[in-house]
């Protein structure tokens, strides 16, 4: 699938669009990075033919609306070009206000020879103007020290925390074990969608339910559109529509259409696998076989 076509078609929806209509625009673009539903193309092309998408993107949102471009990193002859470098200035002159680099770590993917392996992309929050929505208590994560007090001034010996959690920060990793109840986490725990994964279908870069979650959660309220113009199997969707959002999606391979219509509908008949927030992530125990070092490695040594 020649990426190119994607663009004109989620450019052609976005013009259907009313001014002022969608509160919350999140996606993940094409990566141009060869993969088998794309044509690659250098990257000044790459840039060229999405760039009339972030206009309509600007006339679309609403005052208090969000963009979140979650995106990585154009690999060509070896060299890499961090894509959200790329277009933030093309962002900031369309007016919009980056409110947060947020980067994703996960600990799986391609393991490179030649330089050391890519284990995060990065989501590009911004903001049409300085009124924004921002539940922040709604995505807030548990403390690691819930029992801070100040040791001075007007509130010394007052907890200093908030009862509902800490701040997720701008850096969402998978490098701990936590429980909704676990008050020892430090971070948000998103891993990327691989083959155990509950969520994975036959998408070769699927979004993982979760990650759109946390931004559909902090930046919309009830009711509010929620649109993806490069919607996938419909993760983002169904981000939003499981918490009482309106969807919008775009998506012109009909593979992928079909098998997010099907997520949607096991959505509503409460069938759906999906990785629950806060949700453990297993960790190999030192006891565990996929921990000990292989037999044919010990021979080697």
């Known amino acids: 699938m020649d990426y190119r076509y994607e663009c004109r078609n989620a450019l052609e929806f976005c013009k259907s669009l009313p001014s002022n209509s969608v509160k919350l625009i999140i996606t993940s673009p094409p990566y141009n990075v060869g993969?088998?539903?794309?044509?690659?193309?250098?990257?000044?092309?790459?840039?060229a033919n999405l760039l009339p998408m972030l206009t309509e993107f600007e006339r679309?949102?609403?005052?208090?609306?969000?963009l979140c471009w979650q995106t990585g990193n154009f690999v060509e002859n070896g060299e890499v070009y961090p894509l959200d470098i790329f277009f933030y200035p093309y962002f900031k002159n369309l007016g919009l206000h980056l409110r947060n680099r947020i980067i994703w770590h996960f600990g799986h993917?391609?393991?490179?020879?030649?330089?050391?392996?890519g284990r995060y992309e990065t989501i590009l929050w911004f903001t049409k103007s300085d009124e924004y929505t921002f539940n922040l208590d709604d995505v807030r994560i548990p403390s690691k020290y819930p029992g801070k007090r100040y040791f001075k001034g007007e509130k010394k010996g007052q907890i200093s925390g908030n009862p509902k959690g800490k701040n997720p920060e701008d850096?969402?990793?998978i490098t701990l074990e936590r429980l909704i109840d676990d008050w020892d986490a430090q971070v948000w725990e998103i891993p990327n969608v691989k083959n155990n994964h509950p969520e994975k279908v036959g998408h070769p870069c699927q979004f993982p339910v979760e990650l759109a979650e946390r931004c559909v959660l902090a930046l919309t309220n009830e009711n509010d559109i929620v649109y993806d113009p490069f919607s996938g199997v419909a993760s983002s969707l169904i981000a939003a529509l499981k918490n009482n959002r309106r969807a919008y999606g775009t998506e012109l391979e009909q593979a992928y259409v079909d098998i997010g219509m099907g997520r949607i509908e096991k959505l509503f008949q409460g069938t759906l696998q999906t990785r629950p927030?806060?949700?453990?992530?297993?960790?190999?125990?030192?006891?565990?076989?996929?921990a000990q070092m292989p037999e044919e490695w010990r021979k080697i040594e």
Do not use: N
């Not at 993917?109 to 392996?117: N, Q, T, W």
């Not at 927030?277 to 996929?290: N, R």
């Open 277 to 290: 927030i806060y949700q453990k992530i297993w960790v190999p125990k030192p006891t565990d076989k996929v």
């Open 35 to 47: 993969k088998e539903y794309e044509t690659k193309s250098g990257i000044e092309e790459y840039i």
């Open 60 to 66: 679309i949102l609403t005052d208090d609306g969000s």
């Open 109 to 117: 993917g391609l393991h490179c020879s030649k330089r050391f392996s």
């Open 171 to 173: 850096v969402w990793e």
